[in-house]
């Protein structure tokens, strides 16, 4: 296991920069996700640790020794592709055993390894079958158990339940879960899944256009999210962002938009900075953080209802601000909505999240 | 569901009508299934009576004929192997890397070999093979049919490794396989059905070439098979129906037996890449 580190790291493809200037650390033993939606730079930043694209600039360290110039077959690491990637023309133990193969190992200690291995994933009965005579799933175990049939510095994922149904992909994600705090590997998965991130990871990198928005563990992310862009991608369904104007007096900050009544804040010296440049602020709140009130209380937004989903324990309730977007709660209720009601989702000011009019947060009184 | 009269008549007629058609095309095969065991063959259609061996005694008693069919065989396999091993490398090659222009490079290949394999470079052929001092070898053959085979191989392989994944050989040097290593364990076994192909086309090509070994080749110990039919014409110029049928009939078995092989061994049949 190492730690794995990007210096100034950028790649252009032609005139387009998938990576700009990124820098980042892994600790050994660290899970982490890199989370972002396509085209974000993700998966290249992924196949720069593998070796399988050279950055333009900068370096890249595996376990403290500067790696980015070398063949990927010398960087000791393992990789579950997102397609998997076995091999047609071989059965399932001669693919989790073809690591072992190049490494010159005897016929009898690589079908020994695999058979360990392969039972650990329970694909055990299934070794002498191909690829193409075995389900998702089990191709998805089979590149797992490639991966992990030699010891390695960094494992890394790209994407790898992607192609699973949902059920599996749950199945497999505790399963990974599992493996890697068992292991303490140092694991380093790409996914556009927020709650994929959020359930394996111990530190999230959440990018966007080829940067780095915010690196932190996923608790902060979904607690403190840098940016209104974390907060769109984070959390099911995102966080709601509204658009509001902002006036400030006396020590207080008065928030208006249209359908929003919220009490005034009480006013800091950082909000006065964004208010400087601009007085168009977003308040974001969560959905789980919104309930339905009757009447015309404080903190509430009221709009017309749009969709009323039932998840079977909870319902998204969404709620059509006409020009100015929709809003959704999250509730545990099974009130009978009809479509085009006015409905009243209140909130508690503890829960409400400031950006900037450039969508930086705005840290709150005491964080 | 009742058919109506008329409806009966007309798949009556348009069955009779579609035999009528299949016998047309039939004949030509039946007389070259018949002709080569009668010892009495003519041109027109007839069954043998008796069954006999005769006319193969007599191609086989043949030293020309035989050794044609064998000038055949090295040409042909010479040729193959050459436009195989080429082609695989060079279609990997221009699939796998980031060349610019290598698009390019392929189509205008193809345009250029489309004009060397027909007969209007015939004569620029002739002397530069001359000037190689080539002429009247089987090496001479070899590589102006590999030249003109070459760019079409190239393009099929191309177009079908290009299908084929990257992550197959990427993982493959992620677990620890050298570029070559990949290649040969993983890209070469999986890129095998489309060499298959390959393989088969550019020998069918060579084997049944009339036009290039009869203007490179002089003596009669090179001529190939296609060339030595000729040798079945009487000094008139009439064919002598009985040679010339069987050899035709032993002239033909190679491709089939090929065809035949290569549909049991693989089927023409692709490993497709795992769903996607």
Redesign the interface.
Known sequence: MASVEFRSVTKSFGSFNAVSDVSFSIGDGEFVCLLGPSGCGKTTSLRMI???ETPTLGQVLIGGQDVTHY???D?Q???V?????????MNLADNIA??L???GKSVSERHGRAREVADVLKIGHLLDRL??QIS?GQ?QRT?LA?ALV?PSQVY?FDEPLS?LDAKLRLEARGFLNHLQRDMGMTAVYVTHDQAEAMALATRIAVMDQGRIVQYASPIEIYRLPATTFVANFVGNPPMNLVEVEASHGNGSLQLRADGLSIAPLPMTDVIGKALATSSKLTLGVRPEHLHIAQGSAPNTITAALFANENMGPESLVTVDRADAGRVTARIFTDDHLQLGETVTLAFSPEHVHLFNSKGDRIPAAGE | MKLTLSAFVGRIAFSALAALIGAAFALPLLWFLFAPFNARAELGLALPDPWTLSNFVTVFGNNFAVQALWNSLIQSVGGVILVGAAATLAAYALSRSSLPGKGAVTYILLLFSSVVSGSAAMVPIFLIVSAAGLIDTHLAVILTFAGGLLPTAMFILRDFIDSIPKSYEESAMVAGASPVQAFFDVALPVIRPGIVVVVVWSFVNIWGSFLIPFILLRSDDQMPASVAIYSFYSEAGTPIVTLLAAYSLIYSLPVIVLYLFVSWKFGFRFFGGIKA
């Open positions: 593998a070796g399988l063949h990927p077959k960087r690491i393992s990789m592709f997102q397609d998997y990637a076995l091999y047609p023309h073809y690591p193969k190049v490494r690829p193409s998702g191709q590149s490639r030699y890394l192609n």
